[in-house]
């Protein structure tokens, strides 16, 4: 049975409060009709006890990669973040399809997706190194982004300035993905009047996104 992992990150636990999370809700409806033994696992962010990158994760990611010491070495603080760190990492990685539902704030994603997202980052993990460079090891795998932005950021003078979407794309390219699509409902404090419109477009995206996603079966490398 393949796996769809739905992420929010939007303090707004209300789906009726939530743009984002109404457009997200269109997209696992027509996914899972088209792929109804899909198992659909939801991480609200928000709700998570995420790591942060501290003192005792550095050290302890620094102190097995190249100061020599072994798992058994490190501090009680370091084994037990760092163990932490490596079962988000494996529940991420155990999924064939992502969904990641986010809005943009000041320019960018809400950090909370950043702390998240440095949980990934583990090396023989996620990526390697090669003698050309990083390699992602999360291949084969489809996600899509779905965002929602008060400003206009597909055109105009803000088009240099979305950090959001831009962000999880280099990640996930960075990491293996095979593909990681966008649905974007931008303009909405501009445009309060035309909420419905913009909204009924977001949906009608998503819907044809989740279509396609479905379409063929996921290899996983």
Known sequence: MSKLLYITANPKNDIKLSKGMQIGEVFLEEFMAAQPDVEVERWHLY???IPDIDMDLL?????????GYTKEQLSEAERTKLEK????????IAADYYVFVTPIWNLGAPSILKKFI?????V??????????????LTGRKAIHIQTRG?????GPMVDFEFGDRYLRK??????FESLD?????????????????MAKAKEQAAEAAREMAKGTVTIG
Do not use: W
Not at 59 to 67: D, E, G, H, V
């Open 85 to 92: 760190m490596h079962e988000l990492a494996d529940r991420f």
């Open 171 to 176: 990640v996930f390219q960075f990491l293996g």
């Open 182 to 198: 966008t649905v974007v409902a931008e303009g909405m404090d501009h445009f309060p009047k035309q909420i419905p419109e913009i």
């Open 59 to 67: 050290y302890a990611r620094a102190k097995l990669s190249f100061m």
């Open 118 to 122: 440095d949980n990934l980052f583990i």
């Open 151 to 155: 400003g206009i950021y597909s055109s």
């Open 47 to 49: 709700n998570m006890d």
């Open 124 to 137: 023989e993990k996620t990526f390697t190194n090669t003698p050309e460079g990083p390699k992602g090891l």
